[in-house]
């Protein structure tokens, strides 16, 4: 039987696109720097934002330190507000918790306990674990191991819901479970939205007993 449910963020709990993307070219644009192309707009929904500044650095180590230095001062509130939730969060999260644990395991770091708050997740989440935590991003199984030894749950009996191979990949690596959400991964397991997971979760459920 699944005990824990663990969420990615982006492209699960939200779409967060528009927030991402304007995010990124705020900080390039401080220095100066051209915005993403649209290679880097793929990668920016998936990829730490460590590896997305690092890929855009190109091995200056200058130019990398100044985008950290931009983030540590800059005021993340406008990129929130552009986030788009498929549905109100916590009453949805607050119902699944009735009978699950909750996780939230994501390549996001300084942002996330702003961005929990933000969400009106406080107190929701049994752990979390994320890049902010210095270890390895995903699609390394990292922050999915970190996120299971701290709600005390083995992964045979934990589900990770992402919406890109690396989710995947994390996932598998873990010896976890996984339910794809979206149009941007292909899997056995897909849902549309979160909206659908209780269903999702069911069904995962039946098979294993």
Same mark, same amino acid.
């Given at each position: 039987?699944? +005990?824990l449910?663990m969420?990615?963020?982006?492209?699960? !709990?939200f779409?967060s696109?528009?927030?991402?993307i304007?995010y990124?070219?705020?900080? &390039?644009a401080?220095?100066?720097?051209?915005? =993403?192309?649209?290679? +880097?707009?793929?990668?920016?929904?998936?990829?730490a934002a460590? +590896?997305?500044?690092?890929a855009?650095?190109?091995?200056?180590?200058?130019?990398?330190?100044?985008?950290?230095?931009?983030?540590?001062t800059?005021?993340q509130?406008?990129? &929130?507000?552009? !986030?788009? $939730?498929?549905?109100?969060?916590? $009453?949805?999260?607050?119902?699944?918790?009735?009978?699950?644990?909750?996780g939230?395991?994501?390549?996001?770091? %300084?942002?996330?306990?702003?961005?929990?708050?933000? =969400?009106?997740?406080?107190?929701?989440?049994?752990?979390?674990?994320?890049?902010?935590?210095?270890?390895?991003?995903?699609?390394a199984?990292?922050i999915?191991?970190?996120?299971?030894?701290?709600?005390?749950?083995? %992964? $045979?009996? %934990?589900?990770?819901?992402?919406?890109s191979?690396?989710?995947?990949?994390a996932?598998?690596?873990?010896?976890?479970?996984?339910?794809?959400?979206?149009?941007r991964?292909?899997?056995?397991?897909?849902?549309?939205t979160?909206?659908? =997971?209780?269903a999702?979760?069911?069904?995962?459920?039946?098979?294993?007993?």
């Amino acid at each position: 039987m699944i +005990e824990l449910v663990m969420f990615d963020a982006d492209g699960v !709990l939200f779409d967060s696109t528009e927030s991402n993307i304007a995010y990124y070219n705020f900080i &390039f644009a401080q220095l100066g720097e051209p915005p =993403l192309d649209r290679t +880097e707009e793929i990668a920016s929904i998936s990829y730490a934002a460590s +590896e997305v500044f690092a890929a855009r650095a190109r091995g200056d180590a200058a130019k990398l330190a100044r985008m950290h230095d931009v983030t540590r001062t800059m005021d993340q509130t406008p990129f &929130f507000k552009m !986030l788009r $939730p498929s549905l109100e969060l916590r $009453p949805f999260m607050l119902a699944l918790k009735r009978r699950y644990k909750l996780g939230l395991a994501t390549n996001r770091s %300084a942002t996330v306990p702003a961005l929990v708050e933000h =969400l009106g997740l406080a107190g929701v989440f049994d752990a979390v674990a994320s890049a902010l935590d210095k270890v390895r991003p995903k699609p390394a199984p990292d922050i999915l191991r970190l996120c299971l030894d701290r709600a005390a749950v083995e %992964a $045979p009996r %934990a589900v990770y819901v992402g919406d890109s191979r690396i989710d995947y990949e994390a996932a598998d690596s873990a010896g976890m479970h996984f339910i794809g959400v979206g149009t941007r991964i292909e899997h056995h397991r897909m849902i549309a939205t979160i909206a659908d =997971l209780e269903a999702a979760l069911e069904r995962l459920d039946a098979r294993r007993e």
